[in-house]
């Protein structure tokens, strides 16, 4: 157990929609990190959050944000979803500090979306 | 832009017998390196990380990897495997602080385990 919760474990919903994925980090750590995982893309890199602020952003798309609140939680909110959006949805956290200085990142189980 | 490769998409190894996944990288500064094993319907979980300092690195599970700078390698081994070692590895490049701290994966590694 990596101390960092994602909820829910699976989620099935129809193309058009929205849902809104949920992560809590490890206690202490001030980052939040969002991965996506498919089978033609890989592991991919979404966007980062450091106490409250999006610090970097990746191949994320535009129908897709996120946000991390002040008990420090975030959120994915994914909308307008298509077919190829279907993916497991990762969350993981470090205790990068201000400074930026490096340091691992523990994952989540993970949010399984299966867009019909 | 920082990339891994992780040239064998399958390996199968008899149980008892010693397992080595390979995984290079491009990076342009001193890398951050990591492998993590992903289990059947799991997540994500840390093997081991390279930051700096002795280039063989221990880590959970028996498992160990070393940097080769000269040969951009990162290069996980287990001396003996057992059937539980059955999973999908990934090879992980940390960027600096300006990227994001993001880690880019390779696309990983399947391990079989015969008995």
């Known amino acids: 157990d990596s101390g960092v919760t994602q909820t829910p474990k699976h989620l099935i919903t129809a193309t058009g929609q929205r849902v809104t994925l949920r992560c809590s980090p490890r206690?202490?750590?001030?980052?939040v990190y969002w991965y996506q995982q498919s089978l033609d893309q890989g592991l991919q890199f979404l966007i980062q959050y450091y106490n409250g602020e999006e610090r970097a952003k990746g191949n994320i798309l535009e129908r897709f944000s996120a946000q991390q609140f002040p008990d420090l939680h975030s959120e994915l909110n994914l909308s307008s979803l298509e077919l190829g959006d279907s993916a497991l949805y990762f969350c993981?956290?470090?205790?990068?500090?201000?400074?930026?200085?490096?340091?691992?990142?523990?994952f989540g189980p993970g949010t399984r979306l299966t867009v019909l | 832009a920082q990339s891994v490769t992780q040239p064998d998409i399958h390996i199968t190894v008899s149980e008892g017998a010693s397992l080595e996944l390979r995984c290079n990288y491009s990076?342009?500064?001193?890398?951050?390196l990591f492998w993590y094993v992903q289990s059947p319907g799991q997540g994500l979980q840390l093997l081991l990380k390279?930051?700096?300092?002795?280039?063989l690195v221990q880590g959970i599970k028996g498992f160990e990897a070393e940097f080769k700078r000269s040969q951009s390698s990162f290069n996980l081994r287990k001396p003996s495997v057992h059937w539980s070692d059955a999973a999908e590895y990934f090879c992980?490049?940390?960027?600096?602080?300006?990227?994001?701290?993001?880690?880019?994966f390779g696309g990983g590694t399947r391990v079989l385990v015969k008995p």
């Open positions: 390279y930051f700096s300092g002795d280039t």
């Open positions: 993981a956290s470090s205790r990068t500090t201000q400074s930026g200085s490096f340091n691992e990142q523990f």
């Open positions: 206690s202490g750590d001030l980052s």
């Open positions: 992980a490049v940390g960027a600096n602080k300006a990227a994001g701290n993001k880690l880019t």
């Open positions: 990076y342009g500064a001193t890398p951050y």
